[in-house]
């Protein structure tokens, strides 16, 4: 089985964390089923950016980010080319390392009305 290395995050992971993971599971899952609180305000389903992570290694293993997906992270604080939504990114085959970054915007509750 893959392992997911989640770096160090001040707030929600301080130590880091390294577990093994079933392949076909998201990130977001992963991260709430091991108390990793990584905040998803749409639930889940694409449409905020809070659960915006940073692959550092394996970013190729993962699914492909669909044109939803790609629409939310330009609005994404941070974005970086490995950026993904952890809601949306899918644990292939290989190890994964994931950075969660110390900002998050949420779209639903910040954005101009």
């Not at 091991?34 to 915006?52: F, K, M, N, R, Y």
């Not at 974005?79 to 990114?89: K, T």
Request: net charge negative.
């Amino acid at each position: 089985m893959p392992q997911l290395i989640f770096l160090p995050h001040a707030v929600l992971c301080p130590d880091g964390l390294v577990v093994e993971v079933e392949p076909g599971t998201s990130i977001l899952e992963i991260a709430h089923e091991h108390h990793i609180e990584i905040e998803s305000a749409c639930g889940g389903v694409c449409a905020c950016t809070t659960c915006h992570c940073v692959i550092r290694e394996g970013f190729a293993s993962l699914n492909e980010a669909d044109e939803l997906e790609e629409d939310m992270l330009d609005k994404a604080w941070g974005l970086e080319p490995q950026s993904r939504l952890s809601c949306q990114a899918i644990v292939g085959n290989e190890d994964l390392t994931v950075e969660i970054p110390k900002y998050s915007l949420n779209h639903a509750a910040e954005a101009p009305h």
